[in-house]
Structure formats: C-alpha cells, structure tokens
C-alpha cells in the first residue's frame, strides 16, 4: 500500500514516536537494591571517608556491592544480590552506629544523559514495586477536648475577675454547662461570654427549668483544630519518613481523620513502622543556679556547648496546644507556642522572678527496639523495648517582660502565646 501522505506528516509521526521511544527508555533500566546513610541531623556531613567505611565494612561481611557516591547529605552503595540487602543494612547500621540513619532504597540506572532530558521511569505503585502502605487514624476527638478544657479554664477565670459567682462549670458530653443560682447572674456571665469568646456559641438547654449556660465550639473553629491536627501530623510523619530514604514517598490526607503512608520499595517493615511510630515529649526547664541538675549538650550559634538545668519541668509538651513558625522583628526563625491555661499558669510563675534567666527547651524522642530474650524454656522470644533515641536543647533568655502584677495574671487567666527564636 502505497504512502499517500505528506512528507510533514510522515515526518511528524516519526519525530513523535522518537520522542516516545526516548522518554519511555527510563522503564528499561530497573533500579538497583541500595542501602542509602544519612545522619541522624542535617548537619552532619557524609564524606568520603564516610563511604569508604562502609564499603570496608561490606567487604569484610563478604557482600558484594558497587556504584558507591556521596554528595555530602548522604552516601548510598548499591547491593549486587538484592536477597542480601537486609544483611547488608545490618552490618552497617551496627558499625556506623545509632548517629546514622541506614535506610534500604533502590538507586536508579537511568543514564546521565537521559536524566538531562528530563527522562524518568514510570513511578510504580505498591502493586508492582512493593513497599508499605499505613493507614493511620488521627485523634481528632482528643485535640477537641483538649480547646474545651482551654476554653472552660478561660471562662471561669474571666468570671473570677468579673466577680460573677456561678455553682459550678464543667465539661459534659462535649458541652460547657455553668450551674447558677439566680438569674441576673446568668444574664451577666452570657454577656460577658459573648463579648470574649467567639470561638463558642450558646446552644438551648433541655432542662429550663436550671439557671444554666450551655455552649458548644462553632463549626469554624471545629474545623480549624481539625485541619491544624491533621497538618500537625503530616509534617511529623513527612520528617520521620523522610529518616527511611525512602524516593517518592506518598504521605496524604484521607478523607476527615485519616493519613495513608505509601512507602515504595521498602523491605523492611519493623524499621518503617518503628520510625513512624516513634513519640517525643518536650520539656521546658530552667538553668540551674547551683551544680545541682542534669547536663544537656547543645549547639549554639558559635560552637558546641552544654547547659545545667534543674531537674523538674516547668511545663511539658501536654501543656503545649499549638506551635507555629514565624519570624521575628529581625528577621531571625522562630517558635510561637500556645499554651493551656495550667501552662501558662505555671510559665507565668515560674519566671515571674527570673528575667534574663536562661529556659531550656529539651526535645527527646523515644523510639523502640527489638531485643532477644531466653525463656525459661529455652525459647528465644523478642521484646519490644522503648528508649531515648535522642534529645535536642534549645537554650533561650526568657526576655518577657513581667514587671507588673497584672501582666503576670494576664499570662495566668488568658491563654498564653510565648515566641522562642530557633538556634
């Protein structure tokens, strides 16, 4: 059959199908099994004699490897047997130690100049590459509770200062319910609820016949802690995935209260589900005057230092309800943390009498590990066993001004916002 159609055309198609046929060719170079090294912080640096001890500690296990790089963040060696992968991640996690996070990953093939195209390999599902998928469940409910009880502690403080007398506040089924004994009272504290809160509305009571005040939190602010929550632990769980190497790693949001974790690639699951499940706790301490405290080292702006701070928390991470990053009036990143009404009670206390004085703010991280253990009988059982992973100082002067009584019973009635510049 005879080709009757222009010389563009035919042109056109052959120009399209080698373009089709270029970015296609990435699918035919699978990638190699690896094992990638970071540091436990971005801040250490992964040299090449970095790289050389872990290929020495490869070549003295007897497993065979090629195609090692580094480009200063990380170092990765890729594995000639894929099957001992997993033995190659073990050997090497225990000679470079718990400062080094060593991760299985796969390193592509694609030519350098393919790469310079902008050619890639399809990203393969979970079906064809293997992986990981977690689905976990936020505790929106826990995070609600939590902006009632704030609220509830700010209402019956605004009234003590107000001097309206109330029988009594609380919490009941999601609901801030007031008891009063007359009703000008109630008229009083409505007014006074009104005009200071708007993040609650007054809903009718079922029971008329009682002098009482019942207010749930609006639509609007159930759905800014819900989606504050939900960001919350979308930054934590990308941070922590990101400790598994893991390239292409999908972290999303479904649906109102769920997070669906998709790690391609990924063979060993303990350590995937041991990293996203790891917890933290904060703790706010302040140097200590005397020898007497626990010693914490830290990285200032200059170089390492280490700070003595006293052994009892002023405040922890349960009294922290929100934290944002900003910046302050010089440009430099900071912290601002909103805390409880106990917190800030207890903040506002605590350096009452101490300004200039230094705050610690200890970040410590908990993961867990598994152990062997012999029985009684002689079977070997393994053990899940929680310890500190790490612990992060940032060393702050407290600068906020608490020179008046009525500053100090600000920080006590109303929810406090602290701003802590970042070191």
């Known amino acids: ?30 990638a190699d099994a690896a094992i990638q090294l970071s540091g436990q912080s971005g801040s250490m640096i992964i040299d090449e004699d970095v790289l050389k001890k872990m290929e020495k500690t490869l070549e003295n296990s007897e497993i065979g490897f090629f195609g090692g790089e580094t480009d200063g963040q990380t170092a990765i060696v890729r594995i000639e047997d894929r099957d001992s992968q997993l033995r190659a991640k073990e050997v090497i996690q225990a000679e470079m130690g718990g400062d080094y996070v060593v991760a299985l990953n796969l390193a592509p093939t694609t030519p350098n100049w393919l790469n310079s195209l902008g050619g890639k390999p399809m990203k393969l599902g979970l079906d064809l590459s293997g992986g990981v998928h977690f689905l976990l469940e936020v505790d929106l409910n826990s995070a609600i509770e939590l902006q009632l009880e704030g609220t509830l502690n700010e209402i019956k403080a605004i009234l003590r200062e ?14 801030i319910v007031g008891k009063f004994r007359d009703e000008e009272q109630v008229q009083t504290a409505r007014n006074i609820i009104r005009t200071n809160f708007v993040d609650i509305q007054s809903v009718n009571s079922p029971r008329q ?17 819900e989606d504050s929550a939900i960001k919350q632990n979308l930054t934590s769980l990308r941070n922590r995935v990101n400790e598994l190497g893991v ?37 706010f301490r302040l140097e200590s005057k005397s020898r007497i405290g626990d010693r914490f080292n830290f990285r200032n702006e200059q170089a390492q230092s280490n700070a003595l701070l006293e052994k ?50 200890l970040f410590i991280e908990y993961k867990t590990k598994l152990e062997k253990s012999v029985s009684e009988k002689g079977d070997i059982e393994l053990i899940s066993v929680p310890y500190v992973e790490k612990i992060l100082l940032v060393l702050q002067r407290f600068k906020r001004s608490l020179e008046s009584s009525s500053e100090s019973q600000d920080l006590t009635d109303k929810e406090n916002h602290l701003s802590w510049l970042c070191c």
Do not use: C, H
Not at 3 to 23: D, E, Q, R
Not at 257 to 282: H, M, S
Not at 316 to 322: A, F, L, M, Q, S
């Open 1 to 30: 059959m005879l080709n009757k159609f222009p010389l563009w055309k035919n042109s056109l198609i052959l120009i399209a199908a080698l373009f089709a046929f270029v970015y296609a060719s990435p699918n035919y170079f699978p």
């Open 162 to 175: 107000e001097k309206i007398r109330y029988r009594s506040f609380e919490i009941v089924d999601n609901q």
């Open 209 to 225: 016949n009682q002098l009482l005040l019942t207010y749930v939190l609006n639509d609007t602010t159930i759905s800014t802690i």
């Open 247 to 283: 390239s292409e790693p999908i972290v999303s949001r479904q649906g109102k209260n769920r997070i669906v974790v998709e790690l391609p690639g990924v063979q060993d699951t303990a350590e995937a589900k041991r990293i996203i499940g790891k917890t933290a706790n904060l703790e």
């Open 312 to 361: 009892n928390a002023v405040i922890t991470g349960e009294n922290v309800t929100d934290a944002r990053a900003s910046f302050d009036e010089n440009g430099r990143p900071q912290v601002n943390i909103t805390l409880d009404s106990k917190g800030g009670w207890q903040m506002g206390y605590a350096t009452r009498d101490n300004i200039g004085r230094r705050l610690g703010v």
